[in-house]
C-alpha cells in the first residue's frame, strides 16, 4: 500500500513538472503560443466591425460586400425561396464526391461557356465544385503551384485585397499591372497593354470578368479584343475571377463577353465563377473552378488533380448551395424567375449611381462625378482620399474602406442624400 502511494506521489510530481522539448530549456503548458500577435483586421471585415460598433442613428455602411434592398435589408430571392421549399425534406445528406455536385458544376459551365459550348460537349473542360469564388482561386493557385512551380502571377492594381493572400499563402510570387487610372478614374489601358507585353512569355494573368472589384471599370468590348490579341501573341494565361455575372449589367451573357471573346480566340482559361452576388448564396459558399484543356484525356487528368488538392484542403464541398443552385437553374420557369431578379439587382445598383452623381451635381460640386455612373457593378471607385474617408467616418458616421471603395448595394433612396451632402463636405475643398 504504502508503495502504490510512493508511486502516485511520483507520478504527480512528474505531471507538475514544466516539460522540456525543442525548443530551447523548460516550457510550461501554457507558453506554446506566447509569440502569437494579434492578426491586422481585414480591411472589409474591420469595416463592418466598426459600423456595428457605432450608436449612432445616422450611421450607414456602404462597405459591406453584400446586396442590399432600398431599405438596406438583406434579401433573399424568391427562386432561392422556392428552390429551398422543393428541396425540404427530399434530399439525402451524404457527402458530394471530392469534386462536388456535377449535375451543378455542368449548369455552371453553361453560363460562363455557353449552353452550346463545343468546349463542353467535347468534354474539354476540368471542373470542380469550389467553396466559392474564394475557393476557386486558392484551388487554382495551388494548382499552379504544383504543375507550374516556376510560375508567377500577375495581378491588377489595385484589386480585391484577398486576391493577393490568397496567391501568397499559395506560395506563388506575386507581380502587378497597371489597370487604373486615378486622374481619369477609369482603364489605364495604354499602361495595362504595355505591361502584357513586358511580361515574360507564358506568363500568368489574373482578370476580373466584368464589374472590376473595387473599381467598377472594365475594358470595353473592343478593349478585350485587344488584350486578347496580346495575351495569344505572348502566349500568357488567363485566369478570369467572374464574382459578379449577371449582377454587373443584368446579363450574364453580357457579363461574360470577356471570357467570350478569349474562348473565340482560341485561348485556354481558367474561370473562378460564385453564386454569392447573383443568387445571394453568400453563406452558402457555392462556386465552381473550372480549367480549358487540349482535349478530353487532359481534362480526366487536370480534374483528377484539382481533386486531389481539395482533399486535403476540405475533403469535398458543401450539399445544400449545390442543390439550390441546380434546382433554380434546370428547371426553365425558376430559371426565368432568377434572370428576372438579378436583373432587379442589377437596376437598383445603376439607378443608384444615377442617383448619387446627381445628388452631388445639385449640390454644386466643383468635381467631376461621371465615373459614378461609367462605372459597374457593386463598386464605385469613388476617388475619395484616406484622409476624406477618415472624416465621413469621424464627423458624418459613413463608414467605406480607406481606398475610397463605395458599395453601392449600401445605397438607397433613403441615404442617398445624407451621403452627398457629406461626400460634398469632405471634398468642396479639394
Known amino acids: 500500500m504504502a508503495m502504490a502511494m510512493m508511486i502516485r506521489n511520483a507520478a504527480s510530481k512528474r505531471a507538475m513538472t514544466p516539460i522540456s522539448g525543442d525548443f530551447g530549456g523548460l516550457r510550461s503548458m501554457s507558453s506554446w503560443w506566447k ?22 442613428p445616422e450611421k450607414v455602411n456602404v462597405g459591406v460586400g453584400a446586396y442590399r434592398d432600398d431599405n438596406g435589408k438583406p434579401v433573399v430571392l424568391e427562386c432561392v425561396r422556392e428552390a429551398e421549399q422543393r428541396l425540404a425534406g427530399s434530399t439525402f445528406m451524404e457527402y458530394l464526391p471530392m469534386g462536388g455536385s456535377a449535375k451543378m ?8 461557356y455557353g449552353d452550346n459550348s463545343e468546349f463542353i460537349k467535347d468534354k474539354r473542360i476540368a471542373a470542380v465544385q469550389t467553396l466559392s469564388g474564394t475557393g476557386a482561386c486558392r484551388l487554382f493557385a495551388d494548382f499552379q503551384k504544383r504543375f507550374c512551380p516556376g510560375s508567377q502571377i500577375y495581378i491588377p492594381v489595385p484589386t480585391w485585397s484577398n486576391h493577393h493572400n490568397i496567391w501568397r499563402d499559395a506560395q506563388v510570387p506575386q507581380k502587378t499591372y497597371h489597370y487604373y487610372h486615378p486622374e481619369t478614374k477609369g482603364l489605364d489601358f495604354s499602361a495595362l497593354m504595355d505591361d502584357v507585353k513586358n511580361a515574360p512569355e507564358g506568363s500568368f494573368f489574373l482578370l476580373h470578368a466584368c464589374a472590376h472589384n473595387p473599381t467598377g471599370v472594365d475594358p470595353t468590348e473592343e478593349q478585350w479584343r485587344e488584350i486578347s490579341q496580346l495575351f495569344k501573341a505572348k502566349n500568357h494565361f488567363a485566369f478570369f475571377d467572374m464574382a459578379y455575372q449577371g449582377f ?6 453580357r457579363d461574360a463577353k470577356s471570357i467570350r471573346i478569349f474562348l473565340e480566340d482560341g485561348h485556354h482559361i481558367g474561370i473562378s465563377q460564385s453564386y454569392a452576388k447573383n443568387m445571394g448564396l453568400y453563406g452558402q459558399r457555392v462556386g465552381c473552378l473550372s480549367v480549358l484543356c487540349e482535349d478530353a484525356k487532359q481534362a480526366v487528368a487536370v480534374k483528377s488533380q484539382l481533386q486531389q488538392l481539395a482533399r486535403p484542403m476540405y475533403s469535398n464541398p458543401p450539399l445544400h448551395g ?36 446627381e445628388s452631388l451635381e445639385k449640390l454644386g460640386s466643383p468635381l467631376s462625378w461621371e465615373h ?33 471603395r463605395i458599395s453601392m448595394a449600401g445605397v438607397t433612396t433613403g441615404n442617398v442624400g445624407y451621403l452627398a451632402n457629406a461626400i460634398h463636405e469632405v471634398t468642396k475643398s479639394s
Not at 454587373?248 to 451573357?253: C, L, V
Not at 420557369?333 to 442617383?355: C, F, P
Open 248 to 253: 454587373a449589367s443584368g446579363d450574364p451573357a
Open 35 to 56: 509569440s502569437v500577435e494579434p492578426a491586422p483586421k481585414d480591411p472589409i471585415l474591420g469595416v463592418t466591425e466598426a459600423f456595428l460598433a457605432d450608436p449612432s
Open 105 to 112: 458544376v455542368d449548369l455552371t459551365l453553361k453560363l460562363a
Open 322 to 357: 449545390a442543390q439550390l443552385v441546380s434546382t433554380i437553374l434546370e428547371d426553365p420557369e425558376l430559371k426565368s424567375l432568377w434572370l428576372k431578379e438579378v436583373k432587379v439587382m442589377a437596376d437598383r445598383i445603376i439607378g443608384m449611381r444615377t442617383t448619387l452623381r
Open 372 to 404: 459614378v455612373t461609367k462605372q459597374i457593378g457593386m463598386f464605385c471607385y469613388s476617388g475619395l482620399t484616406p484622409e476624406q474617408v477618415d472624416r465621413l467616418t469621424s464627423e458624418y458616421h459613413i463608414y467605406m474602406t480607406r481606398n475610397g
